[in-house]
C-alpha cells in the first residue's frame, strides 16, 4: 500500500503562483510514477503533469510552459510548481501514484480569482 499526502493549495490571484507537494509513504518503491491531476467543478479529473521513475515527464498541454513538476527522492516528495496562474486552473489537485495500482491523495483546493 501507498499513503499519499498533499499539501500547498489555496486561494491566489491571477498571474500568481502556488506550490503543491505530496508525499508518500508505504511501499513507495514499487511505484512507476507520480504525478498531478485536477478535477473542476462539473468536469471529469484531468491529468496535470507526471514524472515516472526513470525521469520521464507529462504535462497537459494547457499548464505546458507555466507549471512544474519535480521531485526529492531523499524525501519521497514530488512538487508542482505553478505560475502564471489563471482562473481556468481553479480545481481540486489530487496526488496519484502508479505501480500496478492508482492511488490517490485526499486532494487539495487551488482557487485562482479573476
Known amino acids: 500500500q501507498v499513503q499519499l499526502v498533499e499539501s500547498g493549495g489555496g486561494l491566489v490571484q491571477a498571474g500568481g503562483s502556488l506550490r503543491l507537494a505530496c508525499t508518500a509513504s508505504?511501499?513507495?518503491?514499487?511505484?512507476?510514477?507520480m504525478g498531478w491531476y485536477r478535477q473542476a467543478p462539473g468536469k471529469q479529473r484531468e491529468l496535470v503533469a507526471e514524472i515516472t521513475r526513470g525521469g520521464y515527464i507529462n504535462y497537459a498541454d494547457s499548464v505546458k510552459g507555466r507549471f512544474t513538476i519535480s521531485r526529492n527522492n531523499a524525501k519521497n516528495t514530488v512538487y508542482l510548481q505553478m505560475n502564471s496562474l489563471k482562473p481556468e486552473d481553479t480545481a481540486i489537485y489530487y496526488c496519484a501514484a502508479r505501480n500496478y495500482k492508482a492511488y490517490w491523495g485526499q486532494g487539495t483546493q487551488v482557487t485562482v480569482s479573476s
Open positions: 508505504g511501499s513507495i518503491f514499487s511505484l512507476n510514477a
